[in-house]
T-cell receptor, first 114, second 114 residues
Framework: DQQVKQNSPSLSVQEGRISILNCDYT??????FLWYKKYPAEGPTFLIS?????DKNEDGRFTVFLNKSAKHLSLHIVPSQPGDSAVYFC?????????????FGGGTRVLVKP | NAGVTQTPKFRVLKTGQSMTLLCAQD?????MYWYRQDPGMGLRLIHY???????AKGEVPDGYNVSRLKKQNFLLGLESAAPSQTSVYFC?????????????FGPGTRLTVL
């Protein structure tokens, strides 16, 4: 049973518009959430994270929102740029999880059209 | 700094053959991980290590073995490869207490088992 789910496998958006990626989790012990970005033939790279003590974290064009009661988080990219075209993975971790282990969602492929 | 490197980048095996994937990191990270990425499944943890000489099972350990003889290296072995092990393999590293449990990933190894 997947503990972290990204229900939208793909997303297409026009350049300059907002991209919204969603992620749901089931394990109430998760208290750190991360987003990774992955280009083809490269490893994932860290994008942004949020602790469960917050409901929003912003870094430039990227904002992550956390709704603990709904066990839901989302990543907003505003404005979207062609270079944002990539696969985005949501990941979760429990506080002091052994070895900083992460549980990943299945990924959402984003295509930003010029 | 090279970060996390993986050898080889590509490999084709026949069923029953064995091989070892090498991961090296130059960031003096304590923790290291092996993941596999399959379409729609995200990244699934195979094995991980919290320090030199230690290893532990992840989510999908069957058919794989690992060793961490030196802090900077983490080896993933397939003793008798099967077509179900066709995947892209990623190594990652981390440090205790890193904000958000961030992990740093290598570029991946694409393995095909015929």
């Amino acid at each position: 049973d997947q503990q972290v789910k990204q229900n939208s496998p793909s997303l297409s958006v026009q350049e300059g518009r907002i991209s919204i990626l969603n992620c749901d989790y089931t394990n109430s012990m998760f208290d750190y959430f991360l987003w990774y970005k992955k280009y083809p033939a490269e490893g994932p790279t860290f994008l942004i994270s949020i602790s469960s003590i917050k409901d929003k974290n912003e870094d430039g064009r990227f904002t992550v929102f956390l709704n603990k009661s709904a066990k839901h988080l989302s990543l907003h990219i505003v404005p979207s740029q062609p270079g944002d075209s990539a696969v985005y993975f949501c990941a979760a971790s429990g506080f002091k999880a052994a070895g900083n282990k992460l549980t990943f969602g299945g990924g959402t492929r984003v295509l930003v059209k010029p | 700094n090279a970060g996390v490197t993986q050898t080889p980048k590509f490999r084709v095996l026949k069923t029953g053959q064995s091989m070892t994937l090498l991961c090296a990191q130059d960031m003096n990270h304590e923790y290291m991980y092996w993941y596999r990425q399959d379409p729609g499944m995200g990244l699934r943890l195979i094995h991980y290590s919290v320090g030199e000489g230690t290893t532990a099972k992840g989510e999908v350990p069957d058919g794989y073995n690992v060793s961490r003889l030196k802090k900077q290296n983490f080896l993933l072995g397939l003793e008798s490869a099967a077509p179900s092990q066709t995947s892209v393999y990623f190594c990652a590293s981390s440090w205790p207490g890193l904000s958000g449990n961030e992990q740093f990933f290598g570029p991946g190894t694409r393995l095909t088992v015929l």
